[in-house]
Structures are given as structure tokens and as C-alpha cells.
């Protein structure tokens, strides 16, 4: 049993329009990669969010009083602050540089997941532009793997990724926040084992594994791959969604 | 850029004293795998542990007052409980079936990575036996890949894992619990990014991301395959060990 990840090579830099799905066929294209049944793409977030036109230019945000306040106290910058807090549910914790936050879309992570690094000036106002998540990441992987399918004639999956801290852990991992034909939660619970115990507990959570394994392709710095390949993966490509991996707020032991 | 992950066939169960080496060397040769450098071999904790005779049986298990009582909160047997507790730096929380511990080895995890399931009676005592975490994993992985390294004349990396949960998402994910001849974090930061801007923060948890990529192809319930051999890991294999990956407590801001 041989799981393969491929980084596509050549990928462009992504702008807003751009379509993502033509991108990356050319990129399959440059791979020597025709997909089949059961292939997956892992995309990077930030070339999904580019594409859907989530950049902000910070001169336009206009900070709060408690967007205010906090930026004082962590020494960040109040307009990224102020767009933190829009696109949270809710902060858990904060440190210098840092809110920890429930995102809308449902997951914690550091900052919204809004990236400064990375992005590019559109109309040449660099350094004063950021990058929010896509919208609807599920929404935003069906879209594609819907296109993709259609074009190739295949079943395959999509997932979109990014980069998260853990809270016992150091270094951050890739993790799912979009998915789709593929499942992010694989239940075995009442399994028997090999001897024929009952596996009690256990769920696994395959698109998280997925998410990490292609994040290690992907880099993070110069010259980042952003679309990677996979081939092999172990389980039947029923349809998930990224909700399946969140633990919901009431069955959380850490807040 | 290609990662390939083979599943190792044909791995026997594993009983104390068993030669691991040996078996990997045999197990490499089933799925004609020669080992050349760069090469990574990542091993289910539940092999390492067993060769090393961490089983322990139950009924030589005596309580104390503190398991009782936590036994009683949980639901949870209070032998297994007593031996939970002297795995354990730290209690972080509990509830019913689980206790939420800082394990002696610094990692967070649930009831101390002690492990009822897929454990085999030796001498015939059956449901009796529980399984231990390796004494000290890094030692271990060390150990093993120092012995195929001498047998092959490469340099390789070895990593033993298992199954952890996380604060706030479902499902387990593989995670690194000792490595030897691999780096487990990538620290990038002050590294330039595509654009110049300095990426402030960033490590990459890249023995974990490991961790979970081999996880997928390891299965978890009948016919597990608890080694998993790892071509075209896309970072120099400098020696690392787990304690890169334990964010110090002081550090936590979830406790």
C-alpha cells in the first residue's frame, strides 16, 4: 500500500480571477499527471483565497475601541486587529503578536488565519495588503472538484489547507478547513481489533493526516508549492466536510 | 518534488524480545525496498513498546487512594487509572473513560498512550494485559536506526508514533512520540517569504506532519501495518528528538 504526494511544479502566483482550476490542470500538465479515480488536490489556502478576491487593503479598516485596546496590549497593528475580530466568533487567549481566536468558519487558530506574509501589493500598495480565508472553504473545494470532475471524467478530492498551531505543541501543522469528496473523520468506533476487542473510542481524523502530509510538501518560505497531488489514499472518497472535524464548543475540555 | 509513503507488509505480531531490526530488514525485502539515504522509517509506538516488554498485567496492579477516586469520577478500571497516574507528570483534565494527562515524557495525551486494545494475553491471561509507552522513545528510535544503519551503510531517520488527540478537533492524528536522525521541527523564522516581507513566527512542525502522513497508511484496526517506510522527506535529515515538538508549559496557554 504506497501513498505518493506530489508539489506540482510551476505554479504561477495567484491573482484575484485568476482561475484556480485552469492552473492547475497546466500544472497537472507539467507533472506528467493525468488524474484518476481517487486522486486528491491539496491546495494551499492562499492561493484559493486569491483567486475569490479576499485581500483587504489595511488603509481601508477603520479599528474599533476593543480592536484598539487589544492592539495596545499585544503590540499588533489595530486595523489587522479590527479584521481579526470580524472574521472570529470568538478570542481565546491572546500574546504579544498573537490572538488566538475561534474563527467564523468554526476552528481555532492564530489570527483569523489572516496572512501579511506572502501577499503581494495589488495596484502596487505593498505591505498594506492582507489575506482573509475564502469564504466558505468547503463551498470553495466543491466548486473545483466539481469543475476538475467534469473536465477529467474522474471522482477525486479536494482540500484546502493551512498552517495551525497546536496547543501543547510546538511548530504549526497543516490542518483542513475546506473539503470535498473526501472525508475528514473516519469513525471506528466499535471496530473489533485484532484480538477482537472493541476499538471504543476512535475516530481519526484521515483529513487532518492528509492536510499535515501535504503541508510537508508544500514548504512555507521562497519558493512555495502550493498545489500538491496525492495518490493512494487509503480510504474510500466519501463526501466529508470540514465540520466533521471540529470538536464542537460544548465537548472542549481546553477553553 | 515526490513523498512516497509504502505501508510495510507482512509485519508479524510483535512479542518482547523480538528483534525489530530484523523484522524491518524482512519486512523492507517483502515489499522490495533497499533502504538508501534519506530514507525514513516511521514505527507504530505499539511495536517498539511490545518488543520492549512495556506489558503489564492488571491483576499485578494495586490501586491507591487517588486512582480510586478517579476510577470511581470516570468509569474507568483503577488499576489501569493507578497505572495512568504513575505515567504521568500531570492530570490536566478528565471525563468519563478519559484522563487528559502531561505524560512523564512531556507530551500531552490521553489516559498516558496506555493501550488496552490489541493487546494479546502473554501466557494465555487475556483482557488482563495493558501495554506501556517505550521508556524513553528517542532512545529507541535511536537504537533501531543506528542498527539498520550499520546493516545498510546509509543514513537514515527512524520515528516512532501514535495516535493523539487535539484540543479542539475531532479525531486522533499521528503524532511523533520519539525520532532520531530527523529533524522534528523547521524553524523558518526570519527566513524571507516570496516577497521579501520576514516571516516573523514560523516553525513547521515537520516530524508531526510526518507522523500523520504515516498514520494514514497504518490503519487502525484489524490488519494494521505498523511500519510505514518514507521516501523524499524534502528536508536535510538533521537529528532532532521529540522534545522540539513540546511546547514548554510555560508557553501553554491552554493549562
Redesign the interface.
Known sequence: ???????L?GMP?VHPGDDLVELLLQALERANLNLVDGDILVLAQKIVSKSENRLVNLSTVQPGLRAETIASQIEKDPRLVELILAESNEV??T?P??I?VEHKLG??CANAGID?????GEGGI??EWVLLLPEDPDRSASRIRVALEIISGVKIGVMIID?HG??????????AIGLSGLP???D?RG?????G??????????G??????A???M????E??PAVHVRG??YPLVDGSLK????PKEM????
Chains 1, 2 share one sequence.
Not at 500500500?1 to 508539489?7: D, E, G, H, I, V
Not at 466533521?244 to 470538536?247: D, G, T, V
Open positions: 500500500m504506497t501513498l505518493t504526494l506530489t508539489a511544479p502566483y481565546l487567549r500574546r503578536g498573537t488566538v476552528f481555532v501579511h506574509s506572502n501577499v503581494a505593498e505591505g498552517s497546536r496547543a501543547w505543541r510546538q511548530g504549526t501543522v497543516g490542518s475528514g473523520l473516519l471506528l471496530q473489533p481489533d485484532l484480538f476487542y472493541t476499538l471504543r473510542v476512535t475516530t481519526v481524523g484521515v487532518d493526516e492528509l492536510a499535515a502530509a503541508s510537508l510538501l514548504g512555507q518560505a521562497a512555495g508549492t489514499f487509503p466533521e472535524l471540529l470538536r472542549d475540555l481546553f477553553r
